[in-house]
């Protein structure tokens, strides 16, 4: 599976912006979906995931209560719905699918599939 990440830009303070991650090659239907970010000079750090099979959805703290993480099995997309941004959500975000497992995990080395990032910068 291919996954293509798109949606950055650059937005002010408390701004919104959806990221859409579009698969081809293969359903999404049966890979938890992550969501990832590199920071400049800092580790890449997971900040949502959604299963496939029970529905689980995790969230960094950093992020709980500003992104929504959703997925389209019918668009074979999933979203990440960034809303109230700050500045230190700037990163580089990256899409991600655990080809062998449906469960959600933040753990990176999980996922097998990934996008090629989209830059978020958030700043006035």
């Known amino acids: 599976v291919q996954l293509q990440a798109s949606g950055g830009g650059l937005v002010q303070p408390g701004g919104s912006l959806r990221l859409a991650c579009a698969a081809s090659g293969d359903t999404l239907d049966d890979y938890a979906i992550g969501w990832f970010r590199q920071a400049p000079g800092k580790e890449r750090e997971a900040v949502s995931c959604?299963?496939?099979?029970?529905?689980?959805?995790y969230y960094a703290d950093s992020v709980k209560g500003r992104f929504t993480i959703s997925r389209d099995n019918a668009k074979n997309t999933a979203f990440l719905q960034m809303n109230a941004l700050k500045t230190e959500d700037t990163a580089v975000y990256y899409c991600?699918?655990?080809?062998?497992?449906?469960?959600?995990?933040?753990?990176?080395?999980?996922?097998?599939?990934w996008g090629q990032g989209t830059q978020v910068t958030v700043s006035s």
């Open positions: 991600a699918a655990d080809l062998y497992g449906s469960w959600c995990s933040a753990q990176e080395h999980l996922y097998d599939a």
């Open positions: 959604i299963s496939s099979s029970d529905g689980r959805i």
